[in-house]
């Protein structure tokens, strides 16, 4: 059965303003959690002050309300380009330009899809930059958390799209010319294809594209270094190397991660994750003098964790490792994949599909594919989306008891409220907000279920 053009492109823009009005209410319902908690809750009194708390309450405020408005533009802006055909347009543009060459339209599909991706890239670019520089420059900077330049924000954000570029070009020419190649089983290949570039991109990600963003310093022989790589060897973490990444340049958010195959493991540790003592092993002279004139002026806070409560965290980490959280999490979604490239070779033929979004007389594989990840299963994709927010939550509630059993529960437990009040995270959460959007479980949660190991 084949739903008329019409069906199909009500349809795509009736569940998209159905999923941003929901998305809408439950954000209304948080954004009272924040006006209406003025007080730190006793239950928090122990760890928080009234000023972390106020500070971070303003700021969850700010970014709810920057973000409800960035969120009407988005939508807005998606709705217009399908309303308009906004899609045909751009591939029209794409079509005149390898005209302009000399290159004939009908018999270069993967130039022109390149062209139009670069095309739909450039818009998207210039439409966002200004959310993103008021993001980073007015938010951010507001509460103390944005480090940039604007000379270093511009050099990145040109680095991030000419990389995205060079990436995104040769993946998507492989895909067309499998779907053109493969048959009526296509979908196979071009799993396989998706796989083999999933473990490529996440092999070469840490050495070649990661730094040319960040900076990343081998951590110094110490008391630390020495902590973690016993850790390590407890629970026989082939550890391979250990990183720290200058994320103080970017922000002074923190965090922690490792990557890696086999036997050849890393572990990432963010700058501002470390206290100044540790920092400052890392830094050039250049770099300490003017820690040391913020010191004067007092402008300098305490941040980081020490090496016990720094220990705990990578401990936390290390669990998801060990109950190969990763793993499951890469199955999950290579599996998830599979089916939506099965359902775009069931739909790839279906005329019905690319005249609801303008394309009479053509049906070209990237739109195809664009249609039917993006919209046609947006309402499968926001279910499974949240289910994979319950199952990432009881994965950080295990990776907490792995670490807890460790005799680490102490200290994990004051290093995630230092990481919540350098962050300026807000600790009260509407149930039903906090149910849909978070991956991670509200910080009351997981010191509730940590007590228990004390």
Same mark, same amino acid.
């Given at each position: 059965?084949?739903?008329?053009?019409?069906?199909? =492109?009500?349809?795509?823009?009736?569940?998209?303003?159905?999923?941003?009005? #929901?998305?809408?209410?439950?954000?209304?319902?948080?954004?009272?959690?924040?006006?209406?908690?003025?007080?730190?809750? *006793?239950?928090?009194?122990?760890? %928080?002050?009234?000023?972390?708390?106020?500070?971070?309450?303003?700021?969850?405020?700010?970014?709810?309300?920057? /973000?409800?408005?960035?969120?009407?533009?988005?939508?807005?802006? *998606?709705?217009?380009?399908?309303?308009?055909?906004?899609?045909?347009?751009? #591939?029209?543009?794409?079509?005149?330009?390898?005209?302009? /060459?000399?290159?004939?339209?009908?018999?270069?599909?993967?130039?022109?899809?390149?062209?139009?991706? =670069?095309?739909?890239?450039?818009?998207?670019?210039?439409?966002?930059?200004?959310?993103?520089?008021?993001?980073?420059?007015?938010?951010?900077?507001?509460?103390?958390?944005?480090?940039?330049?604007?000379?270093?924000?511009?050099?990145?954000?040109?680095?991030?799209?000419?990389?995205?570029?060079?990436?995104?070009?040769?993946?998507?020419?492989?895909?067309?010319?499998?779907?053109?190649?493969? /048959?009526?089983?296509?979908?196979?290949?071009?799993?396989?294809?998706?796989?083999?570039?999933?473990?490529?991109?996440?092999?070469?990600?840490?050495?070649?594209?990661?730094?040319?963003?960040?900076?990343?310093?081998?951590?110094?022989?110490?008391?630390?270094? !020495?902590?973690?790589?016993?850790?390590?060897? *407890?629970?026989?973490?082939?550890?391979?190397?250990?990183?720290?990444?200058?994320?103080?340049?970017?922000? *002074?958010?923190?965090?922690?991660?490792?990557?890696?195959?086999?036997?050849?493991?890393?572990?990432?540790?963010?700058?501002?994750?470390?206290?100044?003592?540790?920092?400052?092993? %890392?830094?050039?002279?250049?770099?300490?003098?003017?820690?040391?004139?913020?010191?004067?002026?007092?402008?300098?806070?305490?941040?980081?964790?020490?090496?016990?409560?720094?220990?705990?965290? %990578?401990?936390?980490?290390?669990?998801?490792?060990?109950?190969?959280?990763?793993?499951?999490?890469?199955?999950?979604?290579?599996?998830?994949?599979? %089916?939506?490239?099965?359902?775009?070779?069931?739909?790839?033929?279906?005329?019905?599909?690319?005249?609801?979004?303008?394309?009479?007389?053509?049906?070209?594989?990237?739109? /195809?594919?664009?249609?039917?990840?993006?919209?046609?299963?947006?309402?499968? !994709?926001?279910?499974?989306?949240?289910?994979?927010?319950?199952?990432?939550?009881?994965?950080?509630?295990?990776?907490?008891?792995?670490?807890?059993?460790?005799?680490?529960?102490?200290?994990?437990?004051?290093?995630?409220?230092?990481?919540?009040?350098?962050?300026?995270?807000?600790p009260i959460y509407d149930w039903l907000f906090s149910a849909w959007n978070h991956s991670h479980p509200p910080l009351?949660?997981?010191?509730?279920?940590?007590?228990?190991?004390?």
């Open positions: 059965m084949e739903f008329d053009p019409g069906t199909i =492109f009500y349809g795509v823009l009736g569940f998209m303003w159905l999923e941003f009005l #929901w998305e809408c209410y439950i954000g209304s319902r948080q954004r009272k959690i924040y006006k209406n908690n003025t007080k730190v809750p *006793s239950e928090l009194e122990s760890f %928080l002050d009234e000023d972390t708390f106020t500070k971070a309450r303003l700021y969850a405020l700010d970014k709810a309300d920057f /973000g409800a408005i960035q969120g009407w533009f988005s939508q807005i802006l *998606s709705t217009a380009i399908i309303w308009f055909l906004g899609y045909r347009q751009f #591939w029209n543009l794409a079509a005149l330009t390898l005209e302009s /060459g000399g290159y004939d339209v009908g018999e270069n599909e993967i130039i022109m899809s390149l062209l139009f991706t =670069f095309y739909m890239s450039v818009f998207s670019t210039i439409t966002g930059l200004p959310f993103s520089i008021y993001s980073t420059f007015v938010v951010e900077e507001r509460h103390g958390f944005n480090k940039q330049t604007p000379g270093f924000y511009a050099k990145d954000q040109v680095k991030k799209f000419v990389v995205g570029q060079v990436i995104q070009a040769p993946i998507l020419a492989g895909i067309i010319k499998i779907v053109f190649w493969g /048959g009526d089983y296509f979908f196979v290949y071009l799993w396989f294809f998706a796989v083999a570039m999933t473990l490529f991109l996440m092999t070469i990600y840490p050495d070649l594209i990661a730094p040319l963003f960040d900076k990343y310093t081998p951590m110094p022989e110490g008391e630390l270094r !020495s902590q973690i790589e016993a850790l390590a060897a *407890s629970v026989e973490f082939p550890l391979y190397k250990l990183y720290v990444v200058e994320g103080s340049k970017r922000s *002074s958010h923190s965090n922690a991660y490792f990557y890696g195959f086999f036997k050849f493991k890393r572990i990432v540790l963010f700058d501002t994750l470390l206290e100044e003592a540790e920092r400052m092993k %890392l830094k050039t002279e250049e770099a300490k003098e003017e820690e040391a004139e913020e010191e004067k002026e007092g402008t300098k806070k305490a941040t980081g964790c020490n090496n016990p409560e720094i220990v705990a965290v %990578l401990g936390h980490e290390l669990g998801h490792w060990k109950m190969n959280h990763v793993l499951k999490n890469i199955v999950i979604g290579q599996v998830q994949i599979f %089916l939506m490239f099965a359902l775009f070779a069931y739909l790839s033929k279906s005329k019905p599909l690319y005249l609801a979004f303008g394309f009479e007389d053509s049906q070209p594989v990237l739109i /195809g594919l664009m249609i039917v990840l993006q919209y046609v299963t947006a309402p499968y !994709s926001a279910v499974i989306g949240f289910l994979m927010s319950v199952l990432s939550r009881h994965f950080e509630f295990q990776a907490d008891e792995f670490a807890a059993n460790m005799g680490k529960a102490k200290d994990l437990k004051t290093a995630l409220v230092k990481l919540n009040n350098d962050n300026l995270g807000f009351l949660e997981r010191i509730d279920a940590l007590k228990k190991y004390e």
